[in-house]
Nanobody
Framework: QVQLVESGGGLVQAGGSLRLSCAAS????????MGWFRQAPGKEREFVAA????????YYADSVKGRFTISRDNAKNTVYLQMNSLKPEDTAVYYC?????????????????WGQGTQVTVSS
């Protein structure tokens, strides 16, 4: 089973950038869809971005499209989220998730492995 550990979160000024990493262990990483979700205080967990096993197909929430880029390096068992032009409303705990390919990448329920989360705080 895949195990996930996020890193790269921190405090950044509005307009700045961060790159999150999700390191995976396990032999099936390159057969999993990978997603990034986030949860702000008092809000529901929401979809941010996802990527299929080959990396050919990527998906983004409208709120981050054009600012965030998801990518994966299957040789390193790692998925990334490059976040540019950050806004205060991007402040949240960001979670990496892995799941099978036959469910929707947009739904949190589609994923069966989750990382511990990493805090991203964007100051105004």
């Amino acid at each position: 089973q895949v195990q996930l550990v996020e890193s790269g979160g921190g405090l950044v000024q509005a307009g700045g950038s961060l790159r999150l990493s999700c390191a995976a262990s396990g032999r099936t990483f390159n057969s999993k869809s990978m997603g990034w979700f986030r949860q702000a205080p008092g809000k529901e967990r929401e979809f941010v971005a996802a990527i299929r096993p080959s990396g050919d197909n990527t998906y983004y929430a409208d709120s981050v499209k054009g600012r965030f880029t998801i990518s994966r390096d299957n040789a390193k068992n790692t998925v990334y989220l490059q976040m540019n032009s950050l806004k205060p409303e991007d402040t949240a705990v960001y979670y990496c998730a892995a799941g099978p390919t036959y469910y929707s990448v947009y739904s949190a329920g589609s994923y069966d492995r989750w990382g511990q989360g990493t805090q991203v705080t964007v100051s105004s």
